[in-house]
């Protein structure tokens, strides 16, 4: 049994594996902008790995670094596109704590072959293509965020608009009467309350004035 499975194990042909780590960055704090749905980074690889995993996206990859040679004239393409699905494989790693919940910054992509240089430049064309949509993705959604947050600010606007169309009759039709007037009224009232102090004691001057010129005559 020993010697059948060295001199299977001697036939069958070399294999190779590439890897490539990506680090992701995490989505917007929500605290400014919270996600409609839990768990939108990892949603957003999902649809990355279902994008990579089509059909077509794999068709160009064969046809680009000419893969899967004997199994093509083997089997229909459908099958040669189930085993290069089996040899692409995306696990994510590193996950970190972030307001109570787990969210994946990193994630590892593996591609298995026969040729090392071959499987090396495919493992590399898939991460580009990880890191391209992934970039294409979060700029749709600032985008998205930006186009919110400025809704947001406009109907602030508007209901602050609102608010002081409906407050205006008031403050024309009483004048001095509200609350942020109280001191500017309160100043206006210390003018003439000082100025009319100022002519009593002076009215009282000229009396005793008098008084002392009486006396004198």
């Known amino acids: 049994v020993l010697a059948s499975a060295l001199s299977f ?3 069958l042909p070399d294999l190779y594996r590439s890897s490539a780590v990506l680090l992701v960055e995490r989505p917007v704090p929500e605290v400014y902008v919270r996600p409609a749905v839990s768990g939108e980074l990892e949603s957003r690889l999902h649809v990355i790995k279902q994008e990579i995993m089509s059909r077509v996206r794999l068709t160009d990859l064969i046809q680009r670094f000419d893969l ?8 229909p393409m459908d099958g040669v596109l189930d085993q290069m699905r089996h040899d692409i494989d995306v696990e994510l790693t590193g996950p970190e ?9 990193s994630f590892k992509l593996s591609f298995t072959g026969a040729k090392a240089e071959t499987v ?17 993705i979060r700029s749709q959604e600032a985008t998205r965020a930006t186009g919110f947050l400025k809704a947001q600010l406009d109907a602030t606007r508007r209901e ?13 039709s009483h004048p001095g009467e509200l609350p942020q ?6 100043a206006a009232l210390e003018r003439p309350n000082t100025q009319l102090r100022l002519t ?11 008084e002392k010129l009486a006396d004198g005559l």
């Open 9 to 11: 194990a001697l036939y």
């Open 68 to 75: 899967y040679q004997d199994l093509r004239r083997e089997m």
């Open 97 to 105: 704590q972030v307001s109570g919940r787990k969210t994946t910054v």
């Open 120 to 136: 090396a430049d495919v493992t590399n064309a898939l991460a580009n293509f990880y890191a391209s949509q992934n970039d294409e």
């Open 160 to 172: 602050l608009d609102s608010h002081e169309g409906s407050i205006r009759p008031y403050t024309s």
């Open 181 to 186: 007037q109280v001191e500017v009224n309160l």
């Open 200 to 210: 009593g004691e002076r009215e009282i001057k000229l009396l005793e004035d008098r």
